[in-house]
């Protein structure tokens, strides 16, 4: 079973930045893409970001721009930096992973955002 961790979740002021990391606990080789959500309270989960397996990045409008998805693909790992953050950034982002027969989530990271 494929476990993953996010982590570098914290609190910071609006205007700064943080990097959160997805590691993955095996090797998988087949992976679809990955992808960061975000989950605010009393909001539903939304995308925030995908990568897939060939490199190509989406990101929602809300963070265009300000957030960078990235992957090492040699070590599973997914990233997302994160700049010019907003008090509207705060939220718990949960981090997906996907292969053509499962998907995978983490048990999120909580970003706060102060103004």
């Known amino acids: 079973q494929v476990q993953l961790v996010e982590s570098g979740g914290g609190l910071v002021q609006s205007g700064g930045s943080l990097r959160l990391s997805c590691a993955a606990s095996a090797r998988i080789l087949s992976i679809r893409d990955m992808a960061w959500f975000r989950q605010a309270p009393g909001k539903q989960r939304e995308l925030v970001a995908v990568?897939?397996?060939?490199?190509?990045?989406n990101y929602a409008d809300s963070v265009k721009g300000r957030f960078t998805i990235s992957r090492d693909n040699a070590q599973n790992t997914m990233f997302l930096q994160m700049n010019s953050l907003k008090p509207e950034d705060t939220a718990v982002y949960y981090c997906?992973?996907?292969?053509?027969?499962?998907?995978?989530w983490g048990q999120g990271t909580q970003v706060t955002v102060s103004s």
């Open positions: 997906r992973l996907r292969t053509w027969l499962d998907t995978y």
């Open positions: 990568i897939t397996s060939g490199g190509s990045t």
